[in-house]
């Protein structure tokens, strides 16, 4: 069983940078492809980008491109989603979730991941 744990979230300034991380026990984090979610009110669940086992990395958003990077430290069992220049439209519960495999998918369906995180809140305001 896939247990995921998000931190790092919180309040940020308009241009701001913030790092999440999410940690994972149960099965070895290096044969697993991560994916990062986000949910803002009243929106559907939308893939960000995910890493595969071999960090190669797939993005979901167009938006997020030259703003948001990706890593991995596979002795820590964690992913990282480092997220620049934040905007308020960055504001949104941010997820990490795997569907057990090694690889990613070209898109991102929720209902297609099989273990998810709580979540962590990221607010972008002045």
């Known amino acids: 069983q896939v247990q995921l744990v998000e931190s790092g979230g919180g309040l940020v300034q308009p241009g701001g940078s913030l790092r999440l991380s999410c940690t994972a026990s149960g099965f070895p984090l290096d044969h697993l492809a991560i994916s990062w979610f986000r949910q803002a009110p009243g929106t559907e669940r939308e893939g960000v980008l995910c890493?595969?086992?071999?960090?190669?990395?797939?993005y979901y958003l167009d938006s997020v491109k030259g703003r948001f990077a990706v890593s991995r430290d596979n002795f820590k069992d964690t992913v990282y989603l480092q997220m620049n220049s934040l905007k308020p439209e960055d504001t949104a519960i941010y997820y990490c979730a795997t569907g057990g495999l090694d690889h990613c998918s070209d898109y991102a369906y929720p209902v297609e991941y099989d273990y998810w995180g709580q979540g962590t809140q990221v607010t972008v305001s002045s």
């Open positions: 890493i595969t086992s071999s960090d190669g990395i797939t």
